[in-house]
């Protein structure tokens, strides 16, 4: 099977005042993916047909990444903005809470998120993923 999927959804979000790209695969819970420092949603590639058959997977591009805007002041990449912006994404999309998935940055994003509102979020703490490659 190839890595890229044409059953993927490439879309746009409103949050916290700015535009975040995201892909989406499956239908369900949601499962919101926050990716890494300097990756964007393509990292979660491999990840993305797996969880789809259980979940609706929401792969997004973090504020300043690929897609997604990028404000030019420094104070717009704090925690405060960051988490704004992901409790919009899953307001937005419909839901009232998902599973968060994050590595690097994203999982300091997510680690933040769910301390500070920890009735949206149910995090994972590490995804182990074998390739068979």
């Known amino acids: 099977?190839?890595?890229?999927n044409s059953s993927w959804q490439h879309d746009f979000i409103m949050s916290n005042g700015i535009q975040l790209h995201y892909v989406t695969q499956g239908e369900g819970k949601l499962m919101l993916m926050l990716h890494g420092f300097p990756e964007f949603w393509y990292s979660w590639r491999h990840q993305i047909p797996?969880?789809?058959?259980?979940?609706?997977?929401?792969?997004?591009?973090l504020r300043?990444?690929?897609?997604?805007d990028k404000p030019q002041a420094l104070e717009a990449y704090n925690i405060k903005e960051l988490r704004q912006d992901i409790e919009g994404v899953i307001t937005g999309l419909g839901y009232e809470n998902c599973i968060l998935v994050g590595h690097g940055l994203g999982r300091r994003d997510r680690v933040e998120f769910c301390l500070q509102l920890s009735?949206?979020?149910?995090?994972?703490?590490r995804v182990k993923y074998s390739?068979?490659?």
């Open 1 to 4: 099977m190839s890595v890229l």
């Open 131 to 133: 390739s068979s490659r």
């Open 50 to 61: 797996e969880f789809a058959k259980d979940y609706k997977v929401v792969a997004l591009d």
């Open 119 to 125: 009735s949206n979020g149910r995090a994972i703490n």
């Open 64 to 68: 300043g990444y690929n897609e997604s």
